[in-house]
């Protein structure tokens, strides 16, 4: 079915540490992915992308890794600051659909 | 110069009324949408148009009529509002599913 998933609704990191967030997603047919930031009282941000025919792409601080045999993506964030505190979003194409699936959602708390 | 906007931001009505959230985008793209985000922060998509003509319509009750008067503005408009109604909707757009540009959001509550 179409669902995309994150491992775990909230995450708590210091400054300055690596910060981590998961997603799964279900539907093989997918073919591209995207990392969102929303931060409070406004819309997703576009982070970063990726395709799948690749299995890692990199951002300035950020990093996104595809799976595709598990079917996994993460976005790992670098020296993690005070602003990157928001809700991240996983969100799958399912090829020839023209839909973008989001995923429910982390919430990245950065300590200061 | 804001890429894609919406009005209002902030919609406070009652049950059974009838209101319309209109969005805006200067980008030039083809492709514009709506999605619903609940309480749990859940986006779920409603509509997507490609240049005035709808593409995508989730299941969303009829009550829900998208307007696309031409490929810069996508409008919303909700008849008989009800209580489940209450949520953000997010206006987006972008010239295919990548990418997407959203814009603010509008909070409707349903009283």
């Known amino acids: 079915g179409e669902s995309v998933g994150l491992h775990l609704p909230t995450l708590s990191v210091q400054e300055g540490d690596n910060s981590i967030i998961n997603c799964a997603y279900s539907n093989s047919a997918s073919d591209y992915f995207i990392w969102y930031k929303q931060e409070s009282g406004k819309g997703p941000q576009f982070i970063i992308d990726i395709r799948s025919n690749m299995d890692k792409r990199q951002g300035q601080r950020v990093t996104v890794l595809l799976n595709k045999t598990v079917k996994h993506l993460s976005l790992q964030i670098a020296a993690t600051q005070p602003g990157d505190s928001a809700v991240y979003f996983c969100a799958e194409n399912i090829r020839n659909t023209g839909k973008l699936i989001f995923g429910q959602g982390t919430t990245l708390q950065v300590k200061p | ?111």
Not at chain 2, 42 to 65: A, C, D
Not at chain 2, 80 to 109: I, N
């Open chain 2, 1 to 111: 110069d804001t890429a894609v906007s919406q009005t209002p931001k902030y919609l406070v009505t009652q049950m059974g009324n009838d209101k319309s959230i209109k969005c805006e985008q200067n980008l030039g793209h083809d492709t514009m949408y709506w999605y619903k985000q609940d309480s749990k922060k859940f986006l779920k998509i409603m509509f997507s148009y490609n240049n005035k003509e709808l593409i995508i319509n989730e299941t969303v009750p009829n009550r829900f009529s998208p307007k696309s008067p031409d490929k810069a503005h996508l409008n919303l408009h909700i008849n008989s509002l009800e209580l489940g109604d209450s949520a953000v909707y997010f206006c987006a757009s972008s010239q295919s599913p990548d990418r997407m540009h959203f814009g603010p959001g509008t909070r409707l509550t349903v009283l």
